[in-house]
């Protein structure tokens, strides 16, 4: 990263650090955003209690001046996305209500009554299987609850809008290990829209200061960081960046990768939904007492958007402790007491959480929060450098959550680790693209996760057939190929994964995974870029059928995706 981008990006933020109203829109917005340069808040918090964590959510959108679409999902209390916080073992009693509104056919003329009318008879929310731009439906990520209606189902689980409010009722297992998950709607073919229009959350699952007591008695703090349309997407760079000769544009419409680490990106990013947008990058702004140290719980709920997280001080980048990767301590495997893995950067593809301790500056100093350049391949979005907020100590910084200073630690985990089973079977899968006339580049592109040997196809929601047959209680390896020249990321519903090879080289990770980057191919090796897991069926949770997909979104909308049965 160039020394003058950052010089000059700090030279603005003497001006910019002056607070900006807080939300943009007038109240009738349905999906009220803050305005750039906007003081972080963090999402409120609904707490679990005597077992139980009851919520009311409503799903809105909102049509905007540019063309774009805003998705929300709304407490009963006006507050958009809360973060759910339960114990292990708690009851979560969610009902959402559809209030979606199909903009396309108020256009036409026919507004909400068409689209119900289209839909009637067509089944309960639990059987429609109804997958419309206004259906919608929520997948826990990352939770090992069973993938059956009115848990974690989302194969045939669609509401409409119309239906009556829709209960979730599951609860959240004894041993899910403390850490960040999320929530999201999981409606095939329109997930994309609704996560970029900003329809996801934090779940937290308390304890994790007795997982690691390096993290206990911290002030904690949930940056949820999304992607969305370009804000000014007809803007040239700024004067400050470095030119950049081709400004390609791929197949979708968003900014192609150039390599060059600068130029358009493909997408916006927010930071707790206050917008960093091209061209000039404005950060947002998070407030900490001097040299206070927190645990940074950070979910990269981007449909598509690689995150590549560095906090810099000046020039300097700052030190980075991971203590957890999505929702899982590093402490898992139960060798390492207290473990924490100081790192001066953290990649996190969509989908995937990290959770960190951070110093903030001193008195009068500034940080900077960027995300550096993600080299997606030659068929990938741009994913450029850029700053997403200043980090600016103050003493009347607000008062944020605090995590329990003593407390008993976590019994290690029940089962063996996951390292140490041997797994019955080894399967390969492979990530691959095909351009639906080959001879036309400009056409589209269809998207394939293939189990090796079976016939490359679209994810169909119909089928029914599972690609992948398992046994609740074994352990499987698999090997995921790249054979397409942009990154994937891999993940399954239901579980936890141990990361063993990655592009051939073992690995040693002391913690699980349900999300994990696969590199691309670039045309010259002979073989393919893979990674290796080994997947864990034993939990009775795991049985039923659910999916396993790309999480770049409009990757999984466009078929990258395959169902499993895990059989009793
Ligand atoms: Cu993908």
Redesign the pocket.
């Known amino acids: 990263m160039s020394k003058k981008f950052f010089v000059i990006l700090f030279a603005c933020l003497c001006f910019r650090v002056a607070r900006a109203p807080l939300y943009a829109q007038s109240a009738a917005e349905p999906c009220p955003r803050p305005a750039e340069g906007s003081l972080v808040i963090e999402p409120e918090d609904l707490r679990s209690h005597n077992g139980e964590l009851k919520v009311e959510l409503t799903a809105r959108n909102s049509r905007q001046s540019d063309g774009s679409t805003r998705y929300c999902f709304m407490d009963e209390k006006g507050r958009e996305s809360p973060t759910l916080r339960v114990n292990p073992g708690d009851l979560v009693i969610l009902t959402l209500k559809n209030e979606l509104t199909d903009f396309q056919a108020a256009v036409a003329g026919n507004g909400h009554q068409h689209i119900h009318g289209e839909m009637e008879g067509s089944g309960s929310s639990c059987t429609s299987g109804l997958m419309t731009s206004v259906s919608t439906n929520l997948h826990f990520h990352g939770l090992t609850i069973p993938p059956v209606c009115h848990q974690d189902d989302v194969l045939k689980t669609a509401i409409r809008p119309g239906d009556p409010p829709f209960e979730y009722r599951f609860r959240v297992p004894e041993d899910e290990p403390p850490g960040l998950y999320w929530y999201h709607p999981h409606i095939h073919g329109f997930t994309k829209a609704q996560v970029l229009g900003g329809a996801s959350g934090a779940l937290i699952v308390e304890g994790i200061e007795r997982a690691d007591r390096a993290v206990a008695g911290l002030r904690e703090r949930v940056l949820i960081i999304r992607d969305q349309d370009l804000l000014n997407p007809n803007a040239p760079p700024a004067k400050w960046e470095p030119v950049v000769s081709k400004m390609l544009i791929d197949r979708d419409g968003d900014a192609a990768n150039n390599g060059t680490g600068y130029g358009k990106p493909a997408k916006d990013l927010s930071i707790n939904f206050v917008p960093a947008p091209y061209p000039d990058y404005r950060p947002a702004v998070i407030e900490m007492k001097p040299e206070e140290q927190q645990l940074w719980r950070v979910l990269n709920a981007s449909g598509i958007t690689y995150l590549n997280l560095q906090l810099l001080n000046g020039q300097t980048p700052q030190p980075l402790g991971l203590v957890a990767m999505d929702g899982v301590p590093l402490n898992q495997n139960g060798l390492a007491r207290d473990f924490v893995d100081w790192q001066t950067h953290l990649g996190i593809p969509p989908g995937a959480r990290v959770e960190f301790i951070v110093k903030g500056p001193p008195s009068g100093v500034s940080a900077l929060l960027v995300t550096k350049t993600v080299d997606t391949g030659p068929s990938g979005e741009n994913d450029p450098n850029r700053a997403i907020a200043t980090v600016v100590a103050s003493k009347d910084a607000a008062e944020i959550p605090q995590l329990s200073a003593a407390s008993t630690p976590l019994p290690p985990p029940q089962r063996p680790w996951l390292g140490s089973v041997a797994a019955v079977r080894t399967r390969r899968l492979y990530?691959s693209e095909k351009l639906v006339d080959p001879n036309d580049p400009t056409s589209a592109t269809e998207?394939y996760l293939t189990v090796d040997g079976q016939t490359p196809q679209m994810f169909d929601p119909k089928s029914g057939v599972p690609n992948v047959i398992a046994k609740q209680g074994t352990v499987e390896d698999w090997i995921i190929e790249n054979r397409s020249a942009?990154?994937?990321?891999f993940h399954i519903h239901q579980l936890h994964f141990l990361l063993l090879d990655y592009l051939g080289r073992p690995v040693n990770e002391p913690f699980l995974r349900d999300t994990v980057n696969v590199p691309y191919y670039n045309g010259k090796t002979l073989t393919y870029p893979s990674i290796r897991v080994r997947m864990d069926f034993r939990d009775p949770n795991t049985v039923g059928d659910f999916l396993y997909h790309?999480h770049?979104l409009e990757?999984?909308d466009g078929g990258?995706m395959g169902l499993i049965r895990v059989e009793p």
Do not use: I, N
Request: proline fraction near 0%.
């Open positions: 990530f998207f942009e990154l994937h990321a790309c770049l990757h999984e990258m």
